[in-house]
């Protein structure tokens, strides 16, 4: 593999993924993506697209096996707080805000139950894919909670009878909805960016991304 092949991180199925390469297609980067692959060469630039699992991105990024990535904020959030206090890098630039992937993560529980206040939640479990935000947000609220970790499915947690409410990613509301979950507090906001590793010193995929950077602003630009 050449290594100076400016490595960036998407997700390979979800949310940001058509936005992603909507993206990068603005952008001028020409990819053949149409093959299942994890890694996409650019027939036109000096570039290869990772396409990942998203909660997967910061980390790569982080630990400089991409030199850059488009991530949710939610994600990136939450996989900084998982290395705060461990040796591992949990450093960042963040380059840019992008205009899509628009979602908040908020706690949520069975309709039934009606509209609850926060003290509802006291000596519950609440389940999640976002552990380390949800913790601080209770600590914040002086909520004393206990958190159930769930990669997936985790508006379905509620009628399995492995949590009393969730705290989950919303985004139409549609998830909800079909669940019989009533939202409630947003606990933080969030929208898609790009990020860049912190220790990238590679001069040509510096300028590379330097080259770049102005289209996103013209994509942007021409967005708004
Ligand atoms: C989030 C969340 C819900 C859905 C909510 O998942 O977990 O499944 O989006 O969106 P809605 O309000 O529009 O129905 P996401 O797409 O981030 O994927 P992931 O959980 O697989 O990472
Ligand atoms: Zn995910
Ligand atoms: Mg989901």
């Known amino acids: 593999m050449n290594n100076n092949r400016l490595r960036i991180a998407i997700q390979k199925s979800g949310r940001l993924s058509k936005d992603c390469q909507d993206l990068l297609k603005q952008l001028g980067v020409k990819l053949n993506l149409r093959e299942q692959r994890l890694i996409a060469h650019s027939t036109n630039m000096p ?3 990772l396409r990942v699992r998203d909660d997967d991105i910061p980390g790569l990024v982080m630990d400089g096996v991409c030199d850059l990535g488009i991530v949710g904020e939610n994600v ?5 707080a998982e290395r705060v206090g ?3 890098n949990a ?3 963040k380059l840019s805000k992008l205009d ?3 979602c908040r993560l908020a706690l949520a529980w069975p309709q039934e139950l009606g509209p609850q206040d926060k003290s509802w939640f006291e000596g519950k479990r609440i389940a999640t894919t976002y552990p380390e935000i949800l913790k601080q947000y209770l600590q914040r609220e002086n909520i004393n909670a206990s958190t159930v970790m769930l990669t997936g499915s985790v508006e379905v947690a509620p009628r399995a009878g492995l949590a009393d409410a ?3 990613l919303v ?3 549609a998830t909800l909805e079909a669940n019989g979950l009533m939202q409630g507090d947003t606990i933080l906001e969030s929208k898609a960016c790009l990020i860049q590793n912190a220790n990238l010193t590679d001069t040509t995929k510096l300028a590379l991304i330097e080259k770049l950077m ?3 602003k013209g994509v942007k630009q021409a967005k708004e």
């Open 171 to 173: 985004s139409t509301g």
């Open 76 to 80: 990136l959030v939450e996989s900084q």
């Open 100 to 102: 899509f992937g628009y």
């Open 86 to 88: 461990s040796t591992q």
């Open 166 to 168: 969730i705290c989950d």
């Open 214 to 216: 102005p289209r996103l």
């Open 47 to 49: 570039i290869d697209v």
């Open 91 to 93: 450093e960042v630039i």
